[in-house]
T-cell receptor
Framework: EPEVTQTPSHQVTQMGQEVILRCVPISNHLYFYWYRQILGQKVEFLVSFYNNEISEKSEIFDDQFSVERPDGSNFTLKIRSTKLEDSAMYFC???????????FGPGTRLTVT | AQTVTQSQPEMSVQEAETVTLSCTYD???????LFWYKQPPSRQMILVIRQEAYKQQNATENRFSVNFQKAAKSFSLKISDSQLGDAAMYFC?????????????FGEGTQLTVNP
């Protein structure tokens, strides 16, 4: 069964460093998403992406964040200058054009020290 | 803005018994979709079941079923014949129709413990 994959599974970085989180969505899906979950809290929407552009973003998704689909399979989230409060689990998700359920990857645990 | 509320932070059930997890939501939209996701200790988010608001019939997936009360804006999950592998955090989630974007809005989650 096709699934969303994410790399790395765990990333440790120092405050102020740039990180890139990578995702490979399910191949026939056209809508892509990033969510984050701070430990012990609920899952929060960051950004949605369709047709090579951002379709919606939350107030969390400020200028420090950017997304890109550099080729036909990868979808990336970049955090330019990480802060301690960026420590969280980051989930990538994707969905088909005609259905609303989103399928999640296993997540990348980001730790900022 | 849409909100999703899960009023039970923790629930427990005996193996083989039935448990119901509650979820309420607030929306002014008529077209929307509701989901339950399971998050085991691995923290993977696994889709359990979906419900379209336009369907009156409650969704069922094997031992999982929902009680969707549209007028009351309630969407509870029933797990029958609970198994040890059902132990996880369960999140209720809402997504609006085409006019409101496609972000999922999640509730706070309910931690389910299954006792042997």
């Amino acid at each position: 069964e096709p699934e969303v994959t994410q790399t790395p599974s765990h990333q440790v970085t120092q405050m102020g460093q740039e990180v890139i989180l990578r995702c490979v969505p399910i191949s026939n899906h056209l809508y892509f998403y990033w969510y984050r979950q701070i430990l012990g809290q609920k899952v929060e929407f960051l950004v949605s992406f369709y047709n090579n552009e951002i379709s919606e973003k939350s107030e969390i998704f400020d200028d420090q964040f950017s997304v890109e689909r550099p080729d036909g399979s990868n979808f990336t989230l970049k955090i330019r200058s990480t802060k301690l409060e960026d420590s969280a689990m980051y989930f990538c998700a994707s969905r088909e054009p005609t259905r609303y359920e989103q399928y999640f990857g296993p997540g990348t645990r980001l730790t900022v020290t | 803005a849409q909100t999703v509320t899960q009023s039970q932070p923790e629930m427990s059930v005996q193996e083989a018994e039935t448990v119901t997890l509650s979820c309420t939501y607030d929306t002014s939209e008529s077209d929307y979709y509701l989901f339950w996701y399971k998050q085991p200790p691995s923290r993977q988010m696994i889709l359990v079941i979906r419900q379209e608001a336009y369907k009156q019939q409650n969704a069922t997936e094997n031992r999982f079923s929902v009680n969707f009360q549209k007028a009351a804006k309630s969407f509870s999950l029933k797990i029958s014949d609970s198994q040890l592998g059902d132990a996880a955090m369960y999140f209720c989630a809402y997504i609006g129709g085409e006019t409101s974007g496609s972000r999922l809005t999640f509730g706070e989650g309910t931690q389910l413990t299954v006792n042997p």
